[in-house]
């Protein structure tokens, strides 16, 4: 008979390789204590494989006492970004629109309507970041500033993804959010998803966890919002990319633009650390915009991601289209980007690219 340390020990060996073959079982075994030592609440991922969905699980609690689960709604924070971009990309790919045509004839913002500057808004230029918009309005007094040519540098903007969702609402006469109901929800199976409260929300929603005790214990979106605030479940997000990662109603055209960089944000000194703390010998990242998603390209690959970022939230998705992988994490912590790096690490070890997160 084996002793009971033998049994312990041969089990936990038993797990540790079983682990280094099944990225689900070493997530199974490690989620619990990623979650304690970061003090997360709860994660929740999804593995895509071969352009299909492997699997989704999800651990810890969506609120104190009450244990997340596949039906629990995170806030996606800047993960709303890539539904919205594919809402537009779907429509120009179905002629509604073009992606260069002026804004201005169907939306121009009150602030802005003497600047001439403001002619130039085009959707591929909100979708890039190339808007000259701060982040939010309320980074440029409470008013929306073009801050410099459109066009010509790139600067996050979440006030450039509600602007094109204005534009096209006008332009097609019918409301953003309906609008990717009828182009991305309902067509994907997306039945859990939503830019707006919904009474269906009620009892499942991810409570947003921090140091800060003012910040707003769970706000919800009364009024769709393009860049921010989209509720999900891990199995509808996941749904949305595969679908991405098929190129469903895009034209090969503008499935193509939507994974080229405009620009590359990597500076010399980026590059130095990110080198420093990846694999050793060659590294060779470029990163920077496409429309809706990042564009990074680690030794070679390229890669599409996007990470969130709320009070209380981190979320983050990517994938690899030339290996049809791809990895969806949520988390409702402020601490959650230490356990998504973990995740990553695990379901694509590539150190290098995990340096550029």
Same mark, same amino acid.
């Given at each position: ?33 990623? #979650?304690? /030592? +970061?003090?997360? &609440? ?5 593995? @895509? !494989? $071969? ?47 073009? #992606?260069? /045509? +002026?804004?201005? &004839? ?5 602030? @802005? !309507? $003497? ?243």
């Amino acid at each position: 008979m084996i002793p009971a340390a033998g049994q312990e020990k041969a089990q936990s060996t038993a797990r540790t390789v079983a682990a280094k073959k099944d990225g689900r079982a070493e997530i199974d075994a490690h989620a619990a204590e990623w #979650l304690k /030592e +970061s003090d997360v &609440p709860s994660v929740a991922v999804a593995f @895509i !494989k $071969d352009r299909r969905l492997a699997w989704t699980a999800v651990y810890g609690e969506q609120s104190p006492g009450v244990a997340a689960t596949g039906k629990t709604l995170y806030n996606m924070a800047s993960l709303t970004k890539p539904v919205t971009a594919e809402t537009v990309l779907r429509l120009a790919s179905a002629g509604k629109f073009s #992606l260069d /045509e +002026s804004m201005s &004839p169907f939306w121009l913002d009150p602030d @802005i !309507k $003497d600047d001439p500057w403001s002619k130039l808004l085009t959707p591929r230029l909100c979708l890039s970041h190339q808007t000259g918009f701060a982040n939010w309005r309320r980074m440029t007094g409470g008013v929306l500033k073009i801050r410099w040519e459109p066009g010509t540098q790139t600067g996050y903007s979440g006030e450039g993804y509600n602007y094109v969702g204005r534009f096209v609402e006008n332009k097609m006469a019918k409301p953003f959010d309906a609008l990717a109901q009828e182009i991305i929800f309902d067509p994907i199976g997306m039945k859990e998803t939503s830019y707006t409260e919904k009474a269906w929300y009620a009892g499942r929603l991810a409570v947003p966890h921090g140091p800060k005790a003012e910040k707003p214990v769970n706000p919800v979106a009364q009024a769709w919002n393009g860049a921010d605030l989209l509720r999900t479940t891990i199995q509808d997000y996941a749904k949305f990319v595969v679908s991405v990662m098929h190129d469903e109603g895009l034209t090969r055209e503008i499935a193509a633009e939507r994974a080229i960089l405009t620009r590359d944000r990597m500076r010399p000194e980026d590059l130095k650390n990110v080198c420093s703390t990846g694999e050793p010998g060659h590294c060779l990242v470029t990163a920077g915009m496409g429309l809706g998603w990042e564009v990074k390209t680690v030794n070679g690959e390229k890669i599409l991601d996007h990470d969130g970022s709320d009070w209380g939230v981190r979320t983050f998705v990517m994938f690899i289209p030339a290996r049809g992988i791809g990895v969806v994490v949520f988390t409702n912590g402020e601490n959650g980007e230490a356990v998504i790096k973990k995740v990553v690490e695990v379901l694509y070890p590539n150190r290098l690219y995990v340096a550029t997160m």
